[in-house]
Structure formats: structure tokens, C-alpha cells
């Protein structure tokens, strides 16, 4: 069973900057690509950034693009999300997902993930 944890989420002023941790278990974490997504209240969750298998390949959404950060360390089973210059629509809650299959280029539709961790919350107030 495939677990996804999402940690390092909070309540921040614009401006700062926030680090997402998602915890991976249940199978072989470093063949599979990760994404991060978000939603908003009242709105469609939408993508926001995604790594390949080993990390040399990433992908942003124009909105957090120059902004943030995705990485992944494999021998810890755990991608991030660096978030910088926080603004108050960056407002959602944050999801991670690992892609259905192996050894693929970062993917930004929802429908290519299989597994989806509970997400972490994350505010930022102006």
C-alpha cells in the first residue's frame, strides 16, 4: 500500500517562505515521478509543480514559476516544495501524488497520478 504524507505546512505572512515535505512508503519510491498540486477553497485543485524519477527533469506552473522549488532526495523516500515570496493566493491546501508509472518525464495532469497524500495546509495573510 502506497502511503503519501505531506508535512510542513502553516500560516505565514506574504512574503515569507514555507518548505513542503512529502513522506513516501510502499514501493519503489525512486522510479516514480511526483507532483504537487493545490486547491483553494471554492476552486478546482490545480497543478503547481512536478519532478521526474531522478530529479534532473522539473516542471512549474506560471503562478510559481521563479518562486519555488521541487526536489526530491530518494534515498530518503521524500520530495519538496520550496516555496518563496509567498502570497496570500498561494492560499490551499497541498497535495502530493506519484505518477502511474515509472521512468516518466514530469506531468502536470492530475489524471496521470495514482496516489494522492492527505495534503497540508498552508495560509498566507497580507
Known amino acids: 500500500q502506497v502511503q503519501l504524507v505531506e508535512s510542513g505546512g502553516g500560516l505565514v505572512q506574504a512574503g515569507a517562505s514555507l518548505r513542503l515535505t512529502c513522506a513516501a512508503s510502499g514501493r519503489n519510491f525512486e522510479t516514480y515521478g511526483m507532483g504537487w498540486f493545490r486547491q483553494a477553497p471554492g476552486r478546482e485543485r490545480e497543478y503547481i509543480a512536478a519532478?521526474?524519477?531522478?530529479?534532473?527533469?522539473?516542471n512549474y506552473a506560471d503562478s510559481i514559476q521563479g518562486r519555488s522549488t521541487i526536489s526530491r532526495d530518494n534515498d530518503e523516500n521524500t520530495v519538496y516544495l520550496q516555496m518563496d515570496s509567498l502570497k496570500p493566493e498561494d492560499t490551499g491546501i497541498y497535495f502530493c501524488?506519484?505518477?502511474?508509472?515509472?521512468?516518466?518525464?514530469?506531468?502536470?495532469?492530475?489524471?496521470?497520478?495514482?496516489?494522492w497524500g492527505q495534503g497540508t495546509q498552508v495560509t498566507v495573510s497580507s
Open positions: 519532478i521526474n524519477w531522478n530529479g534532473r527533469d522539473t
Open positions: 501524488a506519484s505518477d502511474k508509472y515509472k521512468f516518466r518525464l514530469p506531468l502536470t495532469l492530475g489524471n496521470e497520478y495514482e496516489y
